[in-house]
């Protein structure tokens, strides 16, 4: 555009300081030996500026009346039921399946160790009054024993005093 030609336009005064500014000279570069196609040089645009329009405006009376959003009651539901229907539903319901077998698992092993702990408790009672058993046997031999020994004492040193006796 040229300065003469300027329009009395919201555009006006960007073009004109378009206009009015003078362009910078391109120095080209020293040619090099090897022979290659040059592209042509590209035509300087001047870019437009976009035409605004006013912001339309409604009266009071055009508006539209504003809709509430429908309130609707959301069932507690835990994390399985919510993913149900996606992707990641499989691994939520593996792990469940996990979870709980596990949880079956040490159940049965705990009723298992009560059982065996029981099955011990009783075998243990049984041995130990077995053991008292034994032990009162033994007790009785060697208090049997006891007795018969200080029996042959008894007599062995009757024996002796009685020799003695015949001897003085």
């Given at each position: 555009?040229?300065?003469?030609?300027?329009?009395?336009?919201?555009?006006?005064?960007?073009?004109?300081?378009?206009?009015?500014?003078?362009?910078?000279?391109?120095?080209?570069?020293?040619?090099?030996?090897?022979?290659?196609?040059?592209?042509?040089?590209?035509?300087?645009?001047?870019?437009?500026?976009?035409?605004?329009?006013?912001?339309?405006?409604?009266?009071?009376?055009?508006?539209?009346?504003?809709?509430?959003?429908?309130?609707?009651?959301?069932?507690?539901?835990?994390?399985?039921?919510?993913?149900?229907?996606?992707?990641?539903?499989?691994?939520?319901?593996?792990?469940?399946?996990?979870?709980?077998?596990?949880?079956?698992?040490?159940?049965?092993?705990?009723?298992?160790?009560?059982?065996?702990?029981?099955?011990?408790?009783?075998?243990?009672?049984?041995?130990?009054?077995?053991?008292?058993?034994?032990?009162d046997q033994l007790e009785d031999r060697?208090?049997?024993?006891?007795?018969?020994?200080?029996?042959?004492?008894?007599?062995?040193?009757?024996?002796?005093?009685?020799?003695?006796?015949?001897?003085?």
């Open positions: 555009m040229d300065e003469k030609t300027v329009k009395t336009t919201p555009e006006a005064p960007a073009a004109a300081k378009q206009a009015a500014a003078p362009k910078a000279e391109v120095k080209k570069a020293p040619a090099k030996k090897t022979v290659a196609k040059k592209a042509p040089a590209r035509k300087a645009v001047a870019k437009k500026a976009p035409i605004k329009k006013a912001p339309a405006t409604k009266s009071a009376a055009q508006k539209a009346p504003v809709r509430k959003a429908q309130v609707t009651k959301i069932e507690k539901k835990n994390v399985l039921e919510l993913f149900e229907d996606s992707i990641i539903a499989v691994p939520f319901k593996a792990a469940n399946k996990t979870f709980m077998a596990s949880l079956g698992l040490l159940s049965y092993v705990q009723d298992e160790l009560d059982k065996q702990y029981k099955e011990f408790d009783k075998k243990f009672t049984k041995y130990a009054k077995d053991g008292e058993k034994v032990f060697v208090e049997d024993f006891r007795k018969d020994v200080e029996k042959k004492v008894d007599e062995a040193r009757d024996r002796v005093r009685h020799t003695l006796n015949k001897a003085a």
